[in-house]
Nanobody
Framework: QVQLVESGGGLVQPGGSLTLSCATS????????MRWYRQAPGQERELVAT????????YYADSVKDRFTISRDNAYNSVYLQMNSLKPEDTAVYYC??????????????WGQGTQVTVSS
């Protein structure tokens, strides 16, 4: 059974930091691009960061570039999102996503249940 379980969300003051974790099971992490999305109330879901298994290349939305860092640990089946210099506009539910990019998994997609991040003083 495939599972993606996010943790690490919470309330943080502007300028603070949080690290989100995504614990995965039921699939081979090294065959999947891992992504973090977020969705604020009344807004569409937004792609925040991507980490691909090929050479660990990454992509960031302009709104989080130089503040957020995505990483993975295939040995521990986990993906992380380090968030620094948080702003109120980063407030959203953050979702972990897996997209198959290699033979045998291509096109398969899985989602976590989300974790709330609130940036407020």
């Amino acid at each position: 059974q495939v599972q993606l379980v996010e943790s690490g969300g919470g309330l943080v003051q502007p300028g603070g930091s949080l690290t989100l974790s995504c614990a995965t099971s039921g699939f081979t992490l090294s065959s999947y691009a891992m992504r973090w999305y977020r969705q604020a109330p009344g807004q569409e879901r937004e792609l925040v960061a991507t980490n691909t298994p090929a050479a660990g290349s990454t992509y960031y939305a302009d709104s989080v570039k130089d503040r957020f860092t995505i990483s993975r640990d295939n040995a521990y089946n986990s993906v992380y999102l380090q968030m620094n210099s948080l702003k109120p506009e980063d407030t959203a539910v953050y979702y972990c996503n897996a997209l198959g990019v290699r033979a045998g998994s291509y096109g398969r997609e899985y989602w976590g249940q989300g974790t709330q991040v609130t940036v407020s003083s």
